[in-house]
């Protein structure tokens, strides 16, 4: 069965640096969503991509966050300058279509920012 | 805004014993509802969704929930509980958008 992968499933960065998050949704997906999850809290959603632009994004989508396709296959987060406060689990996405569609998640990357 | 409350973060059930997860939805639109499972390390699955087609709502290993509108709820039950289904169980509502805002989960412990 296919499935959401994420690469590295941990991450260890100092304040400051960049990290970038790797996610191979499945194949036939067309929408790709980011979520992440600080310890002891809700999942949040971060934001969404669709044809190759944000179709929407949190308000937590600030300016040191930014996403791409860069190429068929992959589809990355990055994080500009690392805040102790972006350490948590970040979950990739995708489905085929919007709306009703079930998103299909991957298993995550545990990002922690010393 | 839409959200999601989830009553209860722990639940704990004897093998073989009724599973009740409660879920109740804030919504000015009519929504769509999902049930999610994460298993220790491991990320989301989806268990069963609603989208506005029949209020009862099978999902996977023999999970269910019903939709009532009047009481805004959408609660997860199985009849059965087994050893396997200690999870964490998170309810989640989309509304005239792609994101999903989830609730804040609730661990189910199974004791034999």
């Known amino acids: 069965e296919p499935e959401v992968t994420q690469t590295p499933s941990h991450q260890v960065t100092q304040m400051g640096q960049e990290v970038i998050l790797r996610c191979v949704p499945i194949?036939?997906?067309?929408?790709f969503y980011w979520y992440r999850q600080i310890l002891g809290q809700k999942v949040e959603f971060l934001v969404s991509?669709?044809?190759?632009?944000?179709?929407?994004k949190s308000e937590i989508f600030d300016d040191q966050f930014s996403v791409e396709r860069p190429d068929g296959s992959n589809f990355t987060l990055k994080i500009r300058s690392t805040k102790l406060e972006d350490s948590a689990m970040y979950f990739c996405a995708s489905s085929k279509n919007s709306g009703q569609e079930t998103q299909y998640f991957g298993p995550g990357t545990r990002l922690l920012v010393l | 805004a839409q959200s999601v409350t989830q009553l209860g973060s722990h639940v704990s059930v004897s093998e073989g014993a009724l599973v009740l997860l409660r879920c109740n939805y804030s919504s000015s639109v009519p929504p769509y509802l999902f049930w999610y499972v994460q298993y220790p390390n491991q990320g989301l699955q989806l268990l069963l969704k609603?989208?506005?087609?029949?209020?009862l709502v099978k999902g996977i290993n023999g999970f269910e929930a019903e939709f009532k509108k009047s009481e805004t709820s959408f609660h997860l039950t199985k009849p059965s509980a087994h050893m396997s289904d200690a999870a964490e169980y998170f309810c989640?509502?989309?509304?005239?958008?792609?994101?999903?805002?989830f609730g804040t989960g609730t661990r189910l412990q199974v004791f034999p």
């Open positions: 989640a509502v989309s509304v005239n958008t792609d994101k999903l805002i």
């Open positions: 991509f669709y044809n190759n632009e944000i179709s929407e």
């Open positions: 194949s036939n997906h067309l929408y």
């Open positions: 609603y989208t506005s087609a029949a209020t």
